[in-house]
């Protein structure tokens, strides 16, 4: 693959394939559950040659004391939910996701629109997630407002693969937790969950 195919292949929703053959979320997922378990891909490519992806865990030395899930069969709740992505797709299955684990959630494709309907009744949601790369208003800054109208909300960032943002410069730009894409149902609840405590 050429360097700029490369440069984009954990994005999610790409694929240089065609729209019936691939979603192209495959090598995104992959890096988000890679990402998760604080693993590293590398990707080492030749046009006409092939490609070799090596991935990397970190090593555990005893897994002996390692505690299961103890929140296990316990996943979700009913706190009141904004959900905010500029694409329609990620709304839908965020809504499926958090509606599934009893979240009541409102999604929106705009983060102006987000943030008004936010300055309108900010009492009535529990938390906020937001995606990072929107047009007119990125993620780190609707947080930014949000939090100018009501301090304490909990907010969520969720992102593709970028190397603009990392969890270290969420954090200290006031994200309560930050998520790869793609969305995993028991991640993004634990988020929540940690969010919320």
Same mark, same amino acid.
Request: no cysteine; proline share 4%; hydrophobic share 35%.
């Given at each position: 693959?050429?360097?700029?195919?490369?440069?984009?292949?954990? &994005? #999610?929703?790409?694929?240089?394939?065609?729209?019936?053959? !691939?979603? $192209?979320? !495959?090598? /995104?997922?992959?890096? +988000?559950?890679?990402?998760?378990?604080? $693993?590293?891909?590398?990707?080492?490519?030749? #046009? $006409?040659? *092939?490609?070799?992806? @090596?991935?990397?865990? #970190?090593?555990? /030395?005893?897994?002996? @004391?390692?505690?299961?899930?103890?929140?296990? $069969?316990? %996943? !979700? *709740?009913?706190?009141?939910? %904004?959900?905010? &992505? &500029?694409?329609?797709? @990620?709304?839908?299955?965020?809504?499926?996701?958090? =509606? +599934?684990? !009893?979240? /009541?959630?409102?999604?929106?494709?705009? =983060?102006?629109?987000?943030?008004?309907?936010?300055?309108?009744?900010?009492?009535?949601? &529990?938390?906020?997630?937001?995606?990072?790369?929107? #047009?007119? %208003?990125? *993620?780190?800054?609707?947080?930014?407002?949000?939090?100018?109208?009501?301090?304490?909300?909990?907010?969520?960032?969720?992102? +593709?693969?970028?190397?603009?943002?990392?969890?270290?410069?969420?954090?200290?730009? +006031?994200?309560?937790?930050?998520?790869?894409?793609?969305?995993?149902?028991?991640?993004?609840? @634990?988020?929540?969950?940690?969010?919320?405590?």
């Amino acid at each position: 693959m050429d360097d700029e195919t490369k440069s984009r292949i954990f &994005d #999610p929703f790409f694929t240089t394939k065609s729209k019936t053959d !691939g979603t $192209g979320l !495959g090598l /995104a997922t992959v890096h +988000g559950v890679i990402t998760s378990h604080k $693993g590293h891909i590398d990707v080492y490519s030749e #046009p $006409g040659k *092939g490609t070799t992806f @090596n991935v990397y865990f #970190p090593a555990i /030395a005893d897994h002996s @004391n390692i505690e299961g899930d103890k929140n296990l $069969g316990q %996943m !979700g *709740g009913d706190e009141r939910l %904004m959900f905010v &992505d &500029d694409e329609m797709e @990620n709304t839908v299955v965020a809504d499926e996701i958090l =509606s +599934g684990l !009893g979240y /009541a959630v409102t999604t929106f494709t705009d =983060s102006e629109a987000a943030l008004e309907e936010f300055k309108s009744r900010p009492s009535e949601f &529990d938390a906020v997630i937001t995606d990072q790369t929107m #047009p007119n %208003m990125t *993620g780190d800054v609707l947080a930014a407002k949000l939090r100018e109208v009501r301090s304490d909300i909990p907010i969520i960032m969720v992102t +593709g693969y970028s190397a603009k943002v990392s969890r270290e410069n969420a954090k200290s730009a +006031g994200i309560n937790e930050f998520l790869m894409k793609p969305l995993i149902s028991e991640t993004l609840d @634990n988020a929540i969950r940690t969010a919320l405590a």
